[in-house]
T-cell receptor, first 114, second 113 residues
Framework: DQQVKQNSPSLSVQEGRISILNCDYT??????FLWYKKYPAEGPTFLIS?????DKNEDGRFTVFLNKSAKHLSLHIVPSQPGDSAVYFC?????????????FGTGTRLKVLA | DSGVTQTPKHLITATGQRVTLRCSPR?????VYWYQQSLDQGLQFLIQ???????AKGNILERFSAQQFPDLHSELNLSSLELGDSALYFC????????????FGPGTRLTVL
């Protein structure tokens, strides 16, 4: 049962344009959402997070939007840069099955073309 | 550099064997998490320890166990290894709770032949 889904395994975007990465979740108990970036041969790196009491959080070129009614969040990167090329994981945290824990999506590979 | 260290970087072993993966959290972090990333899969949360005690449990098999020691380093023990256990195993640490940012180590790549 995949509670956090990233339906696009890959995405290619031209340098300077906007990258939009999407994530859907099924469990309404999730109350905290995060995005991580992962380069090859490295561990994931925290990017940005959002609490369920907000619908938008911005940090420089990165903005996360949360639509609780649709159980959907998205990460916008603008402008996209070649160094943004990586795998992006969304994660949802909350009390599920009796314990509080993180559930990660399967990742979206972003390629920013120069 | 996240400040989280994991050893070894690579591990190759045979089916049926037992291995131990080690993780040292960032200085001052009390929580340690273990994740498994298989080929083409997302990160699967295995288990969390907080200040030496088990705090949360995810999809961890009974053949796997973990512990956190008084100096806060953690070990993940994998036994009766199967081919399907081949994966990247990540350790992460955070200050205290699950809503604190988790900092990931570089991972241990386990190959079971």
């Amino acid at each position: 049962d995949q509670q956090v889904k990233q339906n696009s395994p890959s995405l290619s975007v031209q340098e300077g344009r906007i990258s939009i990465l999407n994530c859907d979740y099924t469990n309404s108990m999730f109350d905290y959402f995060l995005w991580y970036k992962k380069y090859p041969a490295e561990g994931p790196t925290f990017l940005i997070s959002i609490s369920s009491i907000k619908d938008k959080n911005e940090d420089g070129r990165f903005t996360v939007f949360l639509n609780k009614s649709a159980k959907h969040l998205s990460l916008h990167i603008v402008p996209s840069q070649p160094g943004d090329s990586a795998v992006y994981f969304c994660a949802a945290a909350g009390a599920t099955s009796g314990t509080y824990k993180y559930i990660f999506g399967t990742g979206t590979r972003l390629k920013v073309l120069a | 550099d996240s400040g989280v260290t994991q050893t070894p970087k690579h591990l190759i072993t045979a089916t049926g064997q037992r291995v131990t993966l080690r993780c040292s959290p960032r200085s001052g972090d009390l929580s340690v998490y273990w994740y498994q990333q298989s080929l083409d899969q997302g990160l699967q949360f295995l288990i969390q320890y907080y200040n030496g005690e088990e705090r949360a449990k995810g999809n961890i098999l009974e053949r796997f166990s973990a512990q956190q020691f008084p100096d806060l380093h953690s070990e993940l023990n994998l036994s009766s290894l199967e081919l399907g256990d081949s994966a990247l195993y990540f350790c992460a640490s955070s200050a205290e709770t699950l809503t604190d940012t988790q900092y990931f180590g570089p991972g241990t790549r386990l190959t079971v032949l």
